[in-house]
């Protein structure tokens, strides 16, 4: 008899022991019949247990490179080998789900085809708030798998759990900047002009100088001077005179997001019980708190004055467009605590300045890599600075190739390898008779979609003009602009929750590319290939250090007196 049978027989002697059988008075052979007995019945109960299980648990975990390879090592390979991973789940079950597993958390994938039917669902149903913000709690709860799940931001250990409290940023974005972008047109373009003057590396804008042949090209160090800009007309629409042109401001709205992915990154690694003592001794983590404090310090004093004025009489004496008047506005009493209004005016700056500078980063870095583009934008925005009428947002519409071009390099290089982040708030039954668990965090593949030759031709194939030349068609023509959003094309959500400010960061990104391109030469420098992406898990960042050359353009003739 080998060594483990007798230890199953110990065991069973043990159990029968433990029923209060006397197990000495059976006989071996009973032992053995009795070891059968107890094998089958668990075998036939997991086999039960299995069989009833919701079918969605029974999605396939992708990435293992062996059966052996223990699970702490696929998380690790995760955060650097993300894309390829996500592409062998996509490409085995792209019409079905698959879970994987990132440092933090377990992520159901599924496929785009469940998009329409999910997401007009509410918050109580299907949250992105949840998925985005909410902190998993320390200690396993098997009956709710929420509590196994340490959201994207890693809430209040970063901060961010603020928006866990209510919308009221989302509220104001979508029924006052949005609605009011075309007459705030004129602020976002004076704030652009005094940003691209001030932080461009080439002087000489408005050009006063004449140009000589020679000027040489000096370097634009691309993220950290577009994320300048970005903040200042951010700042702008967001505090609005004087406070957005203050260096301490920006500084802040910079780093606030800097400070809070970093935190987050570094937290997913440790396990989640460390959480609450890493936060106090992580430098990122510090500096979040330092700036939410200031912000606070900043922005109580202005909300106080600018309520005292309002009190009196309401004689306000020019009406306040930006974001906090709206909040102000719009808030209920608990809403429109000071301190609130202010961590509220960094949580949406969290949404709003990277988002738009890494957009604009992976634009022009598209751009210097297909020079031969430059002329057919040019000749586009040339012809929209060369009428004497006034700008205003409805030309920016028109820029349609700039809007292609912009939608081509999203698609190449989206802000994530998922979009449309939710957490089951109940038990969700899909269509097919496949049910999402209450609790589950659910994704899909987004970056995967607008690669795959099923659902885009030639996909492979960096097309900046192929939305240009959809729009062509007499009934496409308002279809397939940069802001819209289907099913497949998720990289600002899609449906209820879809990104409220992307109409704004749309703006934005036209009016900088369309003044560069306008204004000066970019190229690579030479011998350089387009900068490549960094990944963190699921993210996808531009090369942040990457550097462009430019110089003035030659021969540019300003017919408007402001000199857009
Ligand atoms: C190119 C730039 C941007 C990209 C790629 C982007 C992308 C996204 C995505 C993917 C979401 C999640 C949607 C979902 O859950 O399904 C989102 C949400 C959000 N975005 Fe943006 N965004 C951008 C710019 C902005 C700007 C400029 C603002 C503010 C003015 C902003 C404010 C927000 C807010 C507040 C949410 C949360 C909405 C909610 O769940 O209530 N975003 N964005």
Known sequence: MDSTHLLNLHL??????????????????????????????????????????????????????TFIEPTFVLRGRFFQGARQIVTDGYN??????????????????ISTKYVDELRGLPESKASPIQAHIRVGKPFLNFNDLSCRINKNLAGKHSTTDLFLESNLHTRVLQNRLTPNLGKLFPTIKEELDYGMARDLPTMGYPLTQPL???????????????????????ARMFVGLPLCRDEEWLHITEHYTEDVFTTVMLLRMLPKFLHSLAVWLLPSSYRVHRNLRRAKQIIGPIVKERRNIQSQAMQSGEERNDTLQWMMDAATEDEGKPEKLAHRQLIMTLGAVHT?????????????AYPEYFGTLREEVDRFYNTEQAWDKSDLTRLVKLDSFCKESQRFNPPAIFAFNRVAMESLQLSDGIT????????????????DPAIIPDPNKFDPLRYYRKRLEPEEAN?????MTTNTELHFGHGRFSCPGRFFAAVEMK??????LRHYELMLPPGRERPVNQVADDNIFPDVNAVLLMRRRQGVQEMRSEGV
């Open 12 to 65: 069973v002697h043990k159990a029968l022991e433990y029923c209060g059988i006397d197990s000495s008075r059976l006989s071996g052979l009973n032992l053995q019949l009795i070891l059968i007995a107890m094998s089958t019945l668990v075998i036939a109960i997991n086999a039960i247990k299995y069989s009833t299980k919701e079918k969605q648990s029974r999605a396939p975990v992708v990435g293992y490179r």
């Open 92 to 109: 085995k079950f792209k019409d079905g789900m698959f879970w994987i597993r990132r440092n933090d958390t377990d992520l159901l994938v």
């Open 212 to 234: 000589s042949d020679d000027e040489s090209f000096v370097e634009l160090d691309t993220y950290k001077t577009m994320l300048r800009i970005i903040a200042r007309i951010s």
């Open 356 to 368: 738009t500078t890494m957009a604009v980063a992976h634009a022009l870095f598209d751009l210097c």
């Open 436 to 451: 999402i668990p209450k609790g589950t965090h659910f994704v899909v593949p987004s970056i995967n979609a607008l690669m």
């Open 479 to 483: 279809r397939h602009q940069y802001t």
């Open 511 to 516: 009016l900088i590319l369309s003044h560069l």
